[in-house]
Nanobody, 126 residues
Framework: QVQLVESGGGLVQAGGSLRLSCPASGRTLVNYPMGWFRQAPGKEREFVAAVTISSRITYYADSVKGRFTISRDNAKNTLYLQMNNLKPEDTAVYTC???????????????????WGQGTQVTVSS
């Protein structure tokens, strides 16, 4: 239905920045609220950020507030995650996802998302 392929990950020193991209194909992204999740080695997948279809509302995990910015360009069918002031604890595989809808504050729940990308590795050295 929707194919998501993340890119932009890599190795960066603490304090550096990266910009992740997630172009979609198969169906127009305008129909889906979107989110980013990450999973570090030995840890469970956790919510990072989410954005509504119109981009009027964004949500962030407390651990990334003030450092990460989620955005989308519906005309380009692409979701982005700008990551600034990266820390070693940000090291993880980052995955973008498309949800059916957001309600009752379900934007941070994996169960809300129906389509997932393959993930891109972000490594932050100290």
């Amino acid at each position: 239905q929707v194919q998501l392929v993340e890119s932009g990950g890599g190795l960066v020193q603490a304090g550096g920045s990266l910009r992740l991209s997630c172009p979609a194909s198969g169906r127009t992204l305008v129909n889906y609220p979107m989110g980013w999740f990450r999973q570090a080695p030995g840890k469970e997948r956790e919510f990072v950020a989410a954005v509504t279809i119109s981009s009027r509302i964004t949500y962030y995990a407390d651990s990334v507030k003030g450092r990460f910015t989620i955005s989308r360009d519906n005309a380009k069918n692409t979701l982005y995650l700008q990551m600034n002031n990266l820390k070693p604890e940000d090291t993880a595989v980052y995955t973008c996802a498309a949800a059916q809808f957001f309600n009752n504050n379900n934007y941070a729940l994996r169960e809300a998302y129906h389509y997932w990308g393959q993930g891109t590795q972000v490594t932050v050295s100290s």
